[in-house]
């Protein structure tokens, strides 16, 4: 089976769109895919940040993971942080990486622009991706497009490493996760929604309390028109609402449209299939929130099998870049 990699990065609040888009899919490729999920806490790091934030984001993002129903006995489920072996391999990785190809990617131009001091570690950090990937000889990352130019920088830096120093890793490929809606921000539809710039009324939380989700729902941006059509560009809200239904559904949104008299019944049915669709997890995540001891054991016994892989890895890389063995 091809080997699939999927990291959650925790900063900002799980949302229903990094459900739909991200976590279900993982879900449903247990299955299919020699998969590995990790929490990539270090990442966080990369921007201005509060320590006792990451930590406590870190477990709550594993935590929601396992509730939402990752199997650690089905996948590699661990910490990013917790396999150091990641940090050697990003510097011998940074070996064969250009200034150039790192300084061109696009994520660190846009979120250079919004910092007053730059870490070095936003222009680094594509290469630590890279090294999340090719330490696990990843085939397969589902990414949007954009992520797709990370998974590309890890591809050409494998390609090239092997070209130099002999055949290391495995070439990853970008993979389109599987179609899911775009779910777009409740207060402002006209942007996906976010785990970070979301404003609190326009984002659904995993972790929401079902009054709150409801209550957000009923509050989103629509517009005046009576009759209620999926038309993304002209009516945003309402084809937001209608694509948020057809997700927790398994419908099609322009067909659900027939269905409502206007958007007040829109929105009712829109909250019912949210709350349905999340309660279930906030419920399983509050079950092993009360035992985060049994939560962080299953995070080590998945660094521990997650390290072998690094190790034999990193080794491989050592000897092939040309270090001397211990």
């Known amino acids: ?106 994520q660190f131009k846009e979120k250079s622009k919004r910092q007053e001091q730059v870490r070095m570690s936003l222009l680094t950090y594509p290469v630590l991706m890279a090294a999340d990937i090719l330490l696990y000889d990843t085939d397969e990352v589902p990414v949007g497009e954009d992520q797709r130019q990370h998974v590309e920088l890890a591809r050409d830096v494998a390609s090239r490493f092997n070209a130099r120093y002999g055949p290391t890793f495995t070439l990853p490929r970008a993979v389109n996760p599987p179609v899911a809606a775009r779910i777009m921000d409740l207060t402002a539809p006209d942007a996906k929604m976010s785990k970070s710039t979301s404003a609190a009324g326009g984002a659904l939380r995993l972790l929401d309390e079902p009054d709150v989700l409801r209550r957000k729902v009923l509050r989103a941006v629509t517009d005046a028109q009576r009759e209620v059509t999926y038309d993304p560009e002209n009516r945003p809200g309402v084809s937001n609402l209608l694509a948020i239904l057809a997700a927790c559904t398994g419908g099609d949104p322009a067909r659900l449209a027939r269905d409502f008299g206007g958007n007040g019944e829109l929105k009712q049915a829109v909250a019912d299939a949210v709350v349905a669709t999340l309660t279930p997890v906030r419920e399983r995540y509050l079950e092993l929130a009360r035992d985060p001891a049994h939560v962080r054991s299953v995070l080590r016994a998945g660094a521990a099998r997650a390290r072998k892989l690094a190790g034999e890895k990193v080794q491989e890389a050592r000897e092939a870049i040309g270090l001397l063995a211990g």
């Open 1 to 106: 089976m091809p080997r699939r990699l999927t990291g959650f990065t925790p900063s900002g609040d799980l949302h229903l769109g990094n459900y739909i888009g991200a976590i279900r899919p993982i879900l449903a490729g247990q299955d299919e895919t020699d998969t590995v999920v990790f929490v990539s806490d270090l990442h966080a790091l990369t921007l201005d940040h509060d320590p006792d934030d990451v930590r406590r984001r870190t477990l709550e993002f594993a935590t929601a993971l396992l509730a939402a129903g990752a199997d650690p006995d089905g996948c590699l489920f661990f910490v990013q942080s917790h396999v150091p072996e990641v940090l050697e391999l990003h510097y011998l990785l940074e070996c064969a990486t250009g200034y150039g190809e790192a300084h061109r990617m696009i």
